[in-house]
T-cell receptor
Framework: KNEVEQSPQNLTAQEGEFITINCSYS?????LHWLQQHPGGGIVSLFM???GKKKHGRLIATINIQEKHSSLHITASHPRDSAVYICAVSLNNNDMRFGAGTRLTVKP | NAGVTQTPKFQVLKTGQSMTLQCAQD?????MSWYRQDPGMGLRLIHY???????DQGEVPNGYNVSRSTTEDFPLRLLSAAPSQTSVYFC??????????????FGPGTRLTVL
């Protein structure tokens, strides 16, 4: 079983919809990351969080340490949000583990 | 700032050949790392470094070697290329690994094919 599980694997939404991507992990972590990988392959770090909630524009990330679960929300989705969203965790020994990613397609 | 740069962008090797993937950053970041990305498997950490002169193994280190002689550079060496090393390789850096306010910066990737 993968140490970081994401759901769903694929997600198609209409422009304007509220989107939620989930991440569960089974190991002890020092932080959790949400990354965005564009269709061209480039990777951008969206959030790094160890507790609570962070917001940046239309993106919101939350983490529940007790339940070992994080969610990434996108409000008022737009076609330019189409990308692969990757959840990753920083382990306590400097190592990192990644989820397989969620492919999001937002249709106009 | 150029950020994180990687060279080459594409490379084709024959089995048994060796080569070095270059990674450099100009942000004075202490933490640097190498990942490989394979279809359906997500990113996996190969090696990382928390500062010049300090390196350690990640999840999939076999067949790869690294060194960190300067803060800026973190090359990844393939000692004897194998078809199983066909992948897209990403280098990343961040200022302080455990800081909750920090973020990782990724290079553009190197697509490697081993025949």
């Amino acid at each position: 079983k993968n140490e970081v599980e994401q759901s769903p694997q694929n997600l198609t939404a209409q422009e304007g919809e509220f989107i939620t991507i989930n991440c569960s992990y089974s190991v002890g972590i020092s932080a959790l990351h949400w990354l965005q990988q564009h269709p061209g392959g480039g990777i951008v770090s969206l959030f790094m969080l160890s507790s609570g909630k962070k917001k940046h524009g239309r993106l919101i990330a939350t983490i529940n340490i007790q339940e070992k679960h994080s969610s990434l929300h996108i409000t008022a989705s737009h076609p330019r949000d189409s990308a692969v969203y990757i959840c990753a965790v920083s382990l306590n020994n400097n190592d990192m583990r990644f989820g397989a990613g969620t492919r999001l397609t937002v249709k106009p | 700032n150029a950020g994180v740069t990687q060279t080459p962008k594409f490379q084709v090797l024959k089995t048994g050949q060796s080569m070095t993937l270059q990674c450099a950053q100009d942000m004075n970041h202490e933490y640097m790392s190498w990942y490989r990305q394979d279809p359906g498997m997500g990113l996996r950490l190969i090696h990382y470094s928390v500062g010049a002169g300090i390196t350690d193994q990640g999840e999939v280190p076999n067949g790869y070697n690294v060194s960190r002689s300067t803060t800026e550079d973190f090359p990844l060496r393939l000692l004897s290329a194998a078809p199983s090393q066909t992948s897209v390789y990403f280098c990343a850096s961040s200022y302080i690994f455990f800081s909750s306010t920090d973020t990782q910066y990724f290079g553009p990737g190197t697509r490697l094919t081993v025949l």
